[in-house]
């Protein structure tokens, strides 16, 4: 959890752009990601991206990273409520250990108001 | 994407019991994993379900604890042994198609140990 680093609330207006943020320590990233986890729900694949890239959107969904900086953001357009949830940052690397294993960052609480 | 069943959702039990998970996935993966969420934590990954073979597990988890098996590329299951209060977390089981980079979970499973 130390090497992935997200704050853990978010509160925004219905309507607003929401802006959820991530750092991470190791530089030989592969593919960083964004997971979604409502009440009592599973881990829901929301995007993920290719560490030579440096944005991707879908739909009302943007993810940046700056590579160099190690830092990765989810702006969600026109959030709604239903977009309340916990979002969490993750991360694969080639560490020498085991594939397919992401390191994950705490969670962001993000709450959508009225 | 993959469809994950994991059973049960959630119990409750008593310490110094076991209690064995399934995850059920609807079509042949190459690769199964099962992930411990504990209480306002990331999530931590236990082991790497091997077909066929014993499963392999990250620092801190061992197979007297976390026994694993996986008889076939669609099933597999997670025994927590002779629990304690401290062992009350969600676990996750999570699958990857070979060459894969994405990483799909279940629902998870919420323990609680009295």
């Known amino acids: 959890g130390e090497d992935v680093e997200q704050s853990l609330f978010l509160s925004v207006r219905e309507g607003d752009s929401s802006v959820i943020n991530c750092t991470y320590t190791d530089s030989s990233s592969t593919y960083l990601y964004w997971y979604k986890q409502e009440p009592g729900a599973g881990l829901q694949l929301l995007t993920y991206i290719f560490s030579n890239m440096d944005m991707k959107q879908d739909q009302r969904l943007t993810v940046l990273l700056n590579k160099k900086d190690k830092h990765l953001s989810l702006r969600i357009a026109d959030t709604q409520t239903g977009d309340s949830a916990i979002y969490f940052c993750?991360?694969?690397?080639?560490?020498?250990?085991?594939?397919?294993?992401?390191?994950f960052g705490r969670g962001t609480q993000l709450t959508v108001w009225p | 994407s993959a469809v994950i069943s994991q059973k049960p959702s959630r119990d409750i039990c008593q310490r110094g019991t076991s209690l064995t998970i399934q995850c059920q996935v609807d079509s042949q993966v190459t690769m199964m994993f099962w992930y411990r969420q504990q209480p306002g934590q990331s999530l931590t990954l236990i082991a790497t379900a091997n077909q066929g073979s014993e499963a392999t597990y990250e620092s801190g988890f061992v197979i007297d604890k976390f026994p694993i098996s996986r008889p076939n590329l669609t099933f597999s299951t997670l025994t927590v042994s002779n629990m304690s209060p401290e062992d009350s977390s969600i676990y996750l089981c999570s699958v990857a198609r070979a060459g894969g980079e994405k990483l799909f979970f279940g629902s998870g499973t919420q323990l609680s140990v009295l």
């Open positions: 993750a991360e694969s690397s080639d560490r020498g250990s085991t594939l397919g294993r992401l390191y």
